[in-house]
């Protein structure tokens, strides 16, 4: 009988040992594929909440605080980029599209976001996927909201209902609030597991109309000062169309339709990456306005690995779960050891040397561990594509990428190796006990 059918009937003989050692190894390692992808998972929804797009371009601050207010809505913006300013990088000719951006209002504890339909037709996450309407369509009236994913959820909005938002509100209790100025509700975006599931978003002009009593209780000074900006931005504005005569179509209508003064940052995408750089430096060196002009990813990476201590942690929960996995299957390896003394002692007395022995416990740690593999490599495949649209839809966390990452791959090996060193302690052990110690009769 050669070994490799001996240790299959010694592994079937023990069937609940071997049964139980599986599932303690299969368990350990569904652990550490669960923490590895939670972290991919975290990774890239952090990384890519906002991809496609080459530079984001906000007031003079600080390039994390543009990012966290423009992409996160976490924080509060300092300072405004006058229209005329982003007008300026829209129509500059290494520019394809830009997508402006107006803070200021809440709902809820909810930020309400002022932008234009090209936000939804250009915005996207996790490298390629666009924003979509699951429900109703995009606004085209000043009185009409879309809604992220979380917020419909959570306040339980539907298509059609009228909400009220307020002055500054992005936490806690409304205050100042439009209540003269409800917006309807048209559409519901569908979750993205980033940001814009936790907005609201409305035409700039909504944006502008209700902050248009603003002005009230000024001084005469105050509010002549005002009108005469209204005055000179008109002049302006029909300028820059006369300027701009028989330019494309989407031109022409941007120029006309209804913009605010300023807005709170914008985001840009190039005709070409090679124009990256010349760009930033383009925005960041502007004589007129001080503008500072960042690239999103770069920064978004940059933060990421600075929360390094994030990622440290769940290595090291990783790596305790393999630990307690494989110290299990050793006491297992022990335990079997233990009852089958006679077993082995039987077989050096027919003549099966301790070298033949060693192979065989070698070759069934070897089978319970690929056994063991095999089986949580194939339950984390299912158990992703079962479970992939609840942990979106519930969690916000995308299984994107391939089945198993080189992280994966390690482990599996790792775990084989380590596996086949820790069942040296047990081989050893039989090693020291002499042969009468299995034959005689306890």
């Known amino acids: 009988m050669n070994l490799v059918n001996l240790a299959f009937k010694s592994i079937r003989h023990r069937s609940f040992a071997t049964t139980a050692t599986v599932f303690s190894v299969v368990l350990s390692l569904l652990l550490l594929f669960s923490v590895e ?24 601050t600080g390039s994390l605080q543009l990012v966290l207010f423009s992409v996160f809505n976490i924080g509060q913006v300092t300072n405004n980029v006058s229209y005329d300013s982003y ?45 979509k309407i699951i429900n109703g369509s995009l606004f085209t009236e ?6 992220g994913a979380e917020v419909a959820e959570t306040l339980k909005y539907k298509l059609g209902d009228k909400i009220i938002v ?21 559409g519901i975006l569908d979750t993205t597991g ?33 009108a005469d900006d209204d005055h000179k931005g008109h002049d302006r504005e029909k300028h ?62 940059d933060l990421w690995k600075s929360l390094s201590s994030i990622e440290l942690v769940l290595k090291v929960i990783s790596a305790l779960v ?27 007395s027919l003549g099966a040397g301790f070298s033949h ?5 070698f070759l069934e740690v070897f089978l319970i561990l690929g056994l063991s593999v095999i089986t949580s490599a194939v339950l984390k495949v299912l158990l992703e594509i079962a479970l992939a649209q609840f942990i979106a839809k519930k969690f916000g966390l995308y299984f994107t990428g391939p089945w198993f990452s080189a992280t994966d791959i390690t482990m599996m090996v790792a775990t084989v190796v380590v596996g086949l060193v820790f069942a040296l302690f047990p081989i050893l052990v039989f090693k020291n006990k002499s042969l009468k110690d299995g034959l005689a009769v306890k």
């Open 322 to 348: 393999m630990v307690v996995g494989l110290v299990g299957m050793i006491i297992a390896l022990m335990t079997s050891l233990n009852e089958r003394r006679r077993e082995m002692a039987i077989l050096r």
């Open 240 to 301: 820059h169309d006369d300027e701009h005569e028989g330019k494309e179509h989407d031109h022409e209508a941007h120029d006309h339709e209804h913009h605010p003064e300023a807005i709170t940052s914008f985001f840009v995408k190039l005709k070409s990456k090679t124009k990256i750089l010349s760009m930033q430096r383009e925005i960041t060196e502007n004589k007129d306005e001080a503008l500072l002009a960042v690239i999103p990813g770069s920064v978004l990476s």
């Open 357 to 361: 022995l060693a192979k065989l416990v």
């Open 87 to 131: 007008d300026k990088i829209h129509h500059h000719p290494d520019v394809e599209w830009t997508i402006p951006i107006s803070l200021g209002d809440g709902h809820k504890g909810y930020r309400v976001v002022g932008t234009t339909t090209e936000f939804f037709e250009h915005y996207q996450v996790r490298s390629n996927e666009h924003l």
């Open 194 to 226: 980033t940001a814009v599931d936790r907005s609201l978003y409305v035409t700039l002009a909504a944006m502008d109309h209700m902050h248009e009593d603003s002005h009230e209780g000024e001084s005469p000074e105050e509010h002549a000062k005002h």
């Open 166 to 186: 307020a002055h500054g509100s992005t936490s806690g209790e409304s205050f100042e609030e439009h209540a003269d100025q409800p917006l309807t509700v048209v």
């Open 37 to 60: 992808r939670v972290r991919r998972s975290v990774e890239d929804s952090f990384t890519q909440t906002v991809s496609g797009v080459d530079l984001l371009v906000g007031a003079r």
């Open 142 to 147: 000043p009185n009409e909201v879309v809604l």
